[in-house]
């Protein structure tokens, strides 16, 4: 259980000038950030190995004006990616803090590839939900796993330690809400204490701790979880011990497209490039199209809280880019047929109603008309033998509330005060997706964390550089 203890002062074993606690990619990206201004640095991680949630991710960060864009000829900018997060979160964000990770977010990913050989291409040839422009910006085998292995090796070569199998279970903080030092346990039970002179808190949100999504996203509480469960909201819930401030504690990003049972994320361009999703009687219940966070509810609502993704060969080629799509191909649970009737005894699903979802699609996309659930289908290719479908489920994937932090990552109080020498990125810090499922925009998870990341690790960094007397 997450404990701040509160002392005059304590006396640690060692101290190390910034502490990060969490080695996904928020806390790598904060860590070279540091080193690079100069800091001895000090990476906690309870896994044997970093991964965290980013190696459950696709690994795509979206960034706008990079030169990976104006490379494949396209027009973006920040403030058009501010208004997008903006529009899609109904202006729930703080304005402020969306215009600051929009800025930042193309320096940043052009500094991880100069600076440290991360080999970044833009995805051009769909567009994600929301997205005015194609900026989602990966490696080139698309994924979170490829992500964090190349963050890790990066934080090798600089010369940063990450001490893995370490939980951090306490913080020691004096009355102004200074933090000296951390408790951690290892899983042999041998227990530890550092010192820290900046604490940069990168260890997610509360995803994994199921008592906290029942109280703030009672509609995915007994979904599957498809984050870290290590993610316990310990930053969240130091952070309020210390008198911090937390913002849209309810905010998340679901998923209505994961391979049910292999557990194999499915790319919703599955969707946007043309397919749909039918329940298990072979029917449409949604509008898809609105985004594959919210449409994790709408998936979980139907009978055993499954459903079909149903597309072409067409949509197939374009998804093969994503490793976690070849995958699932390679265990044979992507189904093939070549008409709808034949799919349809695939999927166990009745042929006629099947057969009917076809036909009706076919006519929306020839009429470019607007469906019953409000979905456009103007100017959206119509699906050509042979065909596919997937069986999936709706799935939690991280929480988007957290700390309130300010332009450098540092959390702040209630009152609006900065704590002296505390940080939160990642999921630990308060994203820019509102309130619910319905804010969230593809890539917002790791757009805070590499942002608010780099900038928590140039501050924490640039503080002990500098004489204290300074």
Same mark, same amino acid.
């Given at each position: ?121 833009? *995805? ?35 010369? *940063? ?38 604490? *940069? ?116 080629? *374009? ?152």
């Amino acid at each position: 259980m997450a404990e701040v203890h509160r002392v005059e002062e304590k006396t640690f074993e060692f101290e190390v000038p910034v502490v990060i606690v969490g080695a996904g990619a928020a806390g790598l990206v904060a860590a070279l950030a540091a080193r690079e201004a100069g800091a001895d640095v000090l990476v906690i991680e309870r896994d044997s190995v970093p991964r965290g949630s980013t190696a459950l991710s696709a690994g795509l960060i979206p960034a706008p004006g990079t030169r990976f864009q104006k490379a494949a000829g396209i027009e973006d900018s920040p403030g058009l990616f501010a208004r997008d997060i903006l529009a899609k979160a109904h202006d729930e964000p703080d304005g402020d803090q969306v215009a600051l990770v929009t800025r930042e977010i193309g320096p940043a990913i052009e500094w991880l590839a100069d600076n440290h050989g991360l080999a970044f291409s833009v *995805i051009d040839d769909f567009t994600y939900p929301g997205h005015s422009a194609r900026r989602m910006h990966g490696l080139p085998q698309r994924s979170g796993e490829e992500l964090i292995d190349a963050l890790r090796q990066a934080a090798e070569a600089a010369g *940063i330690e990450i001490l893995c199998d370490a939980h951090v279970t306490d913080l020691w903080a004096d009355a102004t809400g200074r933090v000296l030092g951390l408790g951690l346990v290892r899983p042999d039970g041998s227990t530890d204490e550092v010192g820290c002179g900046e604490l *940069i808190l990168a260890c997610n949100g509360y995803g994994g701790n199921k008592a906290l999504v029942a109280e703030h996203v009672p509609s995915l509480s007994d979904a599957l979880y498809f984050g870290h469960e290590g993610n316990q909201g310990d930053a969240i819930l130091w952070g309020e011990a210390l008198g911090a401030a937390s913002r849209h504690l309810g905010g998340h990003q679901g998923h209505g497209s994961v391979a049910h049972p292999a557990g194999i994320l499915i790319s919703w361009a599955t969707v946007t490039e043309g397919g749909f999703q039918v329940n298990l009687n072979g029917e449409r219940f949604s509008n898809e199209a609105k985004g594959y966070s919210e449409q994790a509810a709408e998936v979980l609502r139907q009978p055993e809280g499954l459903a079909y993704t149903v597309f072409d060969e067409r949509i197939a080629g *374009i998804v093969r880019q994503f490793e976690d799509f070849r995958r699932a191909e390679a265990m044979g649970i992507i189904l093939t047929a070549d008409t709808p009737e034949a799919l349809a005894e695939r999927m166990n699903v009745p042929s006629g109603m099947l057969a009917e979802t076809f036909a009706e699609v076919s006519r929306l996309k020839a009429e470019g008309a607007r469906d019953g659930f409000g979905r456009d289908f103007s100017g959206v290719a119509d699906l050509a033998a042979p065909y596919h479908a997937v069986r999936v489920t709706g799935a939690l994937f991280h929480t988007q509330g957290g700390l309130v932090v300010d332009d450098a990552a540092r959390v702040l109080t209630r009152d609006g005060a900065v704590l002296p020498n505390l940080y939160a990125t990642g999921g630990a810090a308060c994203g820019v997706s509102g309130k619910d499922a319905s804010g969230y925009l593809s890539g917002n998870g790791l757009l805070t964390a590499v942002a608010l990341g780099r900038l928590a690790g140039q501050a924490a960094g640039r503080r002990v550089a500098i004489p204290a007397s300074a």
